[in-house]
């Protein structure tokens, strides 16, 4: 008997061909028990990502598309829906502490209710103007694009842990549509893509967001105080079922 599949449509769907279609399937004890070996094996960042976006590529399928080429807003999204369908009864519970009261309180995270914003045209803007090149366009960030860092890092005998290298590294990853990756990494070290330039990039690369609204209300249910706190799903709370 096959897995049962589910489809979905993505917030990002018109940075994708027309007639790409995606699915996903529900965590098998299986996948869990990959997942949980392969990361106990994983020593360094590199190895880590690839277990986790290994895990996922695993669980979506993709027609007229490819999985490695899924925009990074989109992934997160997909592993939203992953769980939400593997994992129907047990919502994920959370905890926070009061800043008012200091009350420590639990909150649970009910997948199908979590804000999803869409990606519409009008926010779509990635062409930067160039110093030394004019008008220059860039792509948003893809699921593989953190191997693709790992191992230009890697090639240049660079920390894969340095957080500033591995941001540099990224933009010029977000380039290699325009010009070959080693190319563009090279221009950056020649100083002839700039600092400004790059500022560009990242500017507007950390302006056009979609996807899961990774927020919670929250309501202290002591002193009702309402605020709203940052969240990320990580692997714990993925495959975490307590209920209390």
Known sequence: MNPETYSVELPGKILYPENAKFEIKKVTPFDQKK?????????????????????????????????DKIY???YTFLLYQI?????????????????ECEHRYGIEIEIPKLTIETLEEKNIDNIINFENFGEVKFRYKQLDDD??????????????????????ALDAVLLSDWKPLDEVWNLILQGLITAEDLA???????KTTWGVKEE??????KCGKE???????DATDFFSTNNN
């Open 83 to 99: 769980r939400a369908v593997t994992y129907k009864l047990f919502p994920i519970k959370v905890y926070t502490t009061c800043e």
């Open 216 to 221: 919670i209300n929250c309501k202290c249910p």
């Open 147 to 168: 191997l693709l860092v790992d191992s230009l890092l890697k090639r240049n005998n660079i920390d894969r842990e340095d957080i500033f290298m591995r941001i540099l």
């Open 227 to 233: 605020v709203v706190v940052p969240y990320t799903l």
């Open 35 to 67: 997942f949980f070996s392969e990361m106990v094996g994983a020593e360094t960042l590199e190895e880590r990502n690839k277990v986790v976006i290994d895990f996922v590529k695993r669980l979506i399928t993709c027609e007229n598309y490819s999985t």
């Open 200 to 206: 560009q990039l990242e500017n507007k690369f950390n």
């Open 72 to 74: 990074a807003f989109d």
